[in-house]
């Protein structure tokens, strides 16, 4: 995900007009937002991966007041309305972010998924989202996936080899689920939600 904002900071860079007045947490959100959207309208990203972009500007926005976030609504309907479906800002961004998906958004997603899967008691967080009773065959294109990825020689997110990540992360998620009745235990309950829509999102369309 660092690797994405980075991406999205550095098309941000030199932006003109009405949205110089603005933070540039809401410009930089603004993008984002018409990007997960135009992207999809225009054939350039998959549902999953516009999903994935609009968990992650949802957790950036977290704390902003109403009144940046009503800036934020006003500013991403003006840049969607502008955005033509061959705009470099918004083609070249996805070109450029492409491989980070796969690399970065889509592993942690993959690895909750299939460890609450398999718990004895998953977190109603996750089965009120997961709605496939038959979960078996998900995570088998789970593991597809994460075997195609770790064939790439390319290491996972942080430098890690492919079975430490998958490890170190499903350890990260039985963590994350024993924070779900204290503090910070929505944040907590919203991500793995996420996870179910954006994984259940992934495999339809793996399998079309």
Same mark, same amino acid.
């Given at each position: 995900?660092?690797?994405? @904002?980075?991406?999205?900071?550095?098309?941000?860079? /030199?932006? %003109?007009?009405? !949205?110089?007045?603005?933070?540039?947490?809401?410009?930089?959100?603004?993008?984002?937002?018409? =990007?997960?959207?135009?992207?999809?309208?225009? /054939?350039?990203?998959?549902?999953?991966?516009?999903?994935?972009?609009?968990?992650?500007?949802?957790?950036?926005?977290? /704390?902003?007041?109403?009144?940046?976030?009503?800036? #934020?609504?006003? $500013? %991403?309907?003006? +840049?969607? @309305?502008? *955005?033509?479906?061959?705009?470099?800002?918004? %083609?070249?961004? =996805?070109?450029?972010?492409?491989?980070?998906?796969?690399? $970065?958004?889509?592993?942690?997603?993959?690895?909750?998924?299939?460890?609450?899967?398999?718990?004895?008691?998953?977190?109603?967080?996750?089965?009120?989202?997961?709605?496939?009773?038959?979960?078996?065959?998900?995570?088998?294109?789970?593991? @597809?996936?994460?075997?195609?990825?770790?064939?790439?020689?390319?290491? !996972?997110?942080?430098?890690?080899?492919?079975?430490?990540?998958? $490890?170190?992360? /499903?350890?990260?998620?039985?963590? #994350? *689920?024993?924070?779900?009745?204290?503090?910070?235990?929505?944040?907590? !309950?919203?991500?793995? @939600?996420?996870?179910? +829509?954006?994984?259940? %999102?992934?495999?339809?369309?793996? =399998?079309?």
């Amino acid at each position: 995900m660092k690797y994405l @904002a980075c991406l999205s900071l550095a098309f941000m860079v /030199g932006a %003109t007009g009405s !949205a110089d007045q603005l933070p540039s947490k809401v410009r930089s959100g603004a993008y984002i937002e018409m =990007i997960a959207q135009r992207g999809v309208e225009c /054939g350039h990203l998959s549902q999953w991966e516009s999903l994935s972009l609009r968990a992650m500007a949802l957790q950036d926005r977290e /704390g902003w007041s109403q009144a940046h976030v009503e800036s #934020l609504k006003t $500013e %991403t309907a003006k +840049r969607v @309305a502008e *955005t033509e479906c061959d705009a470099e800002m918004l %083609t070249l961004w =996805i070109e450029g972010a492409r491989k980070g998906f796969d690399i $970065e958004m889509l592993p942690p997603y993959l690895v909750a998924y299939k460890t609450l899967s398999r718990m004895k008691d998953p977190p109603h967080a996750f089965s009120a989202v997961a709605l496939r009773l038959d979960k078996e065959p998900v995570i088998s294109v789970i593991d @597809a996936k994460l075997a195609e990825l770790a064939a790439t020689g390319r290491p !996972a997110e942080g430098g890690k080899t492919w079975p430490d990540y998958i $490890e170190y992360t /499903g350890e990260a998620i039985l963590k #994350l *689920t024993q924070q779900l009745e204290g503090e910070g235990g929505d944040q907590a !309950a919203a991500w793995i @939600a996420q996870s179910a +829509r954006i994984v259940e %999102t992934w495999y339809e369309e793996e =399998i079309r």
